[in-house]
């Protein structure tokens, strides 16, 4: 298997532009995972699904943020308008199981960077 | 409510010579712990992760870790580094159940002097 597959690699936009965020989780896999990565804050866990259902987008930082899954070999994250302050690596991750004890497979992230 | 705390951002070791990465977890229950590898430019890989089964856990690339619920520690050691070892290592906890999520250390960065 290729992996959790992430596009772009890199992103530079400017403010106030759309951006997307494109994922490919591990064939058969039934939870996917978006996280976001920052100096600041680390690593954080915006939104996750199970079965192509977002299950808890508590960790979406607001409105110009959303995700999807249309089908279970694809997911968008979507941010618009866009801000500097978006400016982090993006992952995505997924893992066969929501086990709490289960793996999860990170992609190699989209690095954004909001001028 | 669970934490976890690496208490070192930067460790710097020759080639040759052991490493230690320390973590220390904060849990209301016995969690499932992890330790994961980020090289640079490169996404999360799990080393090893703890389960509740054996306290001594094997990983990759020679990579061990303790579970010492005395301590609330799960420091990950190595007995010999060598130059592929310089990335980022994750410290990560997990509750048994309930709704609470991963929760990341802030990292440690593992330097590598020739």
């Known amino acids: 298997d290729a992996g959790v597959i992430q596009s772009p690699r890199h992103e530079v936009t400017e403010m106030g532009q759309e951006v997307t965020l494109r994922c490919k989780p591990i064939?058969?896999?039934?939870?996917l995972f978006w996280y976001r990565q920052t100096m600041m804050r680390g690593l954080e866990l915006l939104i996750y699904?199970?079965?192509?259902?977002?299950?808890?987008d508590s960790g979406m930082p607001e409105d110009r943020f959303s995700a999807k899954m249309p089908n279970a070999s694809f997911s968008t994250l979507k941010i618009q308008p866009s801000e500097p302050r978006d400016s982090a690596v993006y992952f995505c991750?997924?893992?066969?199981?929501?086990?709490?004890?289960?793996?999860?497979?990170f992609g190699p992230g989209t690095r954004l960077l909001v001028l | 409510a669970q934490s976890v705390t690496q208490l070192d951002s930067h460790v710097s070791v020759s080639e040759g010579t052991p490493v230690l990465l320390r973590c220390n977890y904060s849990?209301?229950?016995?969690?499932?712990l992890f330790w994961y590898v980020q090289h640079p430019n490169k996404g999360l890989q799990l080393l090893l992760k703890?389960?509740?089964?054996?306290?001594l856990v094997k990983g990759i690339n020679g990579f061990e870790a303790e579970f010492k619920k005395s301590e609330t520690s799960f420091h990950l050691t190595k007995p010999s580094a060598h130059m592929s070892d310089a990335a980022e290592y994750f410290c990560?906890?997990?509750?048994?159940?309930?709704?609470?999520?991963?929760?990341f250390g802030t990292g440690t960065r593992l330097t590598i002097i020739p």
């Open positions: 991750a997924s893992s066969s199981t929501g086990d709490r004890q289960e793996t999860q497979y």
């Open positions: 699904f199970n079965n192509n259902v977002p299950i808890d």
């Open positions: 849990s209301s229950y016995s969690p499932s």
């Open positions: 703890y389960t509740s089964a054996a306290t």
């Open positions: 990560v906890v997990s509750p048994p159940f309930g709704n609470e999520k991963l929760t």
């Open positions: 064939s058969g896999h039934d939870y």
